[in-house]
């Protein structure tokens, strides 16, 4: 399986050999896939698109079926969330726009965590995490919510998990076994975040307000507001991670664990622990622990929810979306999602359930 080589755009050609040296193609087939079916529709001709997903050697990836697609891109460098300096480099070498200011205005927004939601977007917005939903609830222009998908559990169930463990090991803490960890939020990043620390031999704590969250087997789940409970747990473990998704969710709990000699990482865009924690006592100065690598999440696991959210980009330019929040819909998702069980290697038996 490789790139069709009529990809008629010389800047998606120079990404595409790029990233020939550096991946496979079992990587990202579903990316692969998009670009082989837009180099030849080209759904997106002319489109003046703005993407502020987080830039990262594996993000190269993204860009090509746009390119190919015929879109008129330009990167947003996102003020929330850090970005590897070496590919912005690559983007300028190629001739790809990037800019750290809010775009004038453009066709579609593929937004990150809402910092495009005051961008004027002619056709709307495509928002990639939980943590820009809110942004958009009140939105009076279509909004395609990537993150409200199945696929997206492939990245921030399994992906965010595989992350959060390499991103422990690069700080020092590559044994986890025996280890009790607390972890704040039981949303899909919640759950990866403890699923892959119970591989690693972990026993882990699960904090949630909602009692009716699935924890994954043989994790404990107490409720948010049983502090209590949570002093309990907190006095017994060796780290801590915040995976709300909400700013200064675990500002009660600042002055504790600022005092405290836990390691403590975030897993979410927002500083989750909000003023009163300093920055210094979380791993990465509060950015997600994940953001340290040079490879945030592994190009197999985000591989399906980038081509999710381009394909956004093209169903807002089909108009059949209202204003507001909108799901992406099954058929988008399945024919992706065939592509990854068919072309890719990573294995979905642990989120197949919540697949269905």
Known sequence: MSYDRRVPDDRAEALRAILDQAYSPSD??????????WHVERPLDGARIADATPVFHNTLAKYVPLLAGGADLTVVLSPLLPHDPDTV???HEVGVPVTTRSPAGCDVALDCAGILAETPARLGYVELTKSGQHVYESSTAPVFLADDSRIKLIETVLGTGDGFVRGLAHFGHPDLNGRAIVVFGCGKVGRG???????????????????DVRPPAV??????????????????AWGVASATGIAGALGPWAEYLAGSDLVVANLGAEDEFGPDMPEHRVLNDKAPVNFALDEPTHLRYIDATMALHNAGAVELRSGAYHP??????????DDILGIVRRRGTIELSAIEEDML
């Open 193 to 211: 975040a403890a699923l892959a620390a119970l591989a690693a031999g972990a026993s882990v704590t699960l904090v949630d307000p909602d009692p």
């Open 89 to 91: 480099t690559l983007l």
């Open 219 to 236: 994790c404990s789940l107490i409720d948010a507001a049983d502090t209590s409970a949570v002093r309990a747990a907190l006095d017994r």
């Open 28 to 37: 990202h087939p579903a990316l692969i896939w998009q670009t082989e079916q």
């Open 324 to 333: 507001g929040i909108n799901r992406p819909p099954r058929a988008v998702e």
